[in-house]
């Protein structure tokens, strides 16, 4: 059985995760506009923890003009839920088994959320030729090389107008967090549907866009929960360094 105090830090690397994931979309929001996006996006994802172990969880975004909700759920990792308030200037991150929230100003640097680091070496991006299609949409095959790292991804380009959904969002004050393969492609206007990374040989994360639909979603799934407390970010952090 796990100590508050590691699952606490589970919940802190997941909502790292999550972070890291959505915020390459603000690198492609000065593109041109495209239809607007309202809907949800499921994916399944594998990440590994301290110990290299394996850990799997799915991902469900809800996306409705400036906001976005967040939730995940499987493996070892405590489930998170966040919430995205663009036109708040907000983030919440809400942990529902003791109804308390953590609220981030859109305003504070990325970083001193959920840190900073890796190497200033450049991706290598190579297209295999191979094409194939994922939850409906037609696909092609990358090749990303940096170092020891290497990423096979499948992207399309035909949801553009869902990236320009997601960072609109999200805002545009991050774009300095992300950093990654996923990212890479971002750039070039491809969404990826599909990926696996390795370092060494060994994998370390994947992801698979599982589902894309457009739905009418109710206001409400992006509001505070009635009830729920707010903590500050800064207690968090301290319990991991206790």
Known sequence: MRTPRED???AVDHFRLVIETLCIAFL?????????FEGIVESKNVTTDEMGR??????????????????????????????????????????TEDKSYFEISQE????????????????SIRKTGKTKTIAGYPCEQFIIKR?????QLWGTKKLAHLVSAISKALGQEQTTVAEGPTNE???????????????????????EITKVET???DANLFSLPAGYKKQKTVDMMQGLQK
């Open 8 to 10: 606490l830090k589970l």
């Open 28 to 36: 492609i929001a000065t593109r041109a506009h495209a239809q607007q």
């Open 54 to 95: 394996p850990q799997e969880f799915v991902m469900t975004m809800w996306i409705k003009k400036d906001m976005v909700r967040i939730e995940t759920k499987g493996g070892a990792m405590p489930g998170s839920t966040m919430i995205y308030r663009t036109d708040l200037r907000k983030i919440w991150m809400l942990n």
């Open 108 to 123: 504070e640097k990325a970083q001193e959320v959920v840190g900073t680091g890796g190497t200033t070496a450049k991706y």
């Open 147 to 151: 170092n020891s790292e290497e990423t």
């Open 185 to 207: 492609m971002m750039k070039i206007g491809v969404y990826p549907m599909l990926s696996m990374t390795k370092v060494d040989g060994n994998v370390i994360e994947s992801q």
């Open 215 to 217: 739905k009418s979603l």
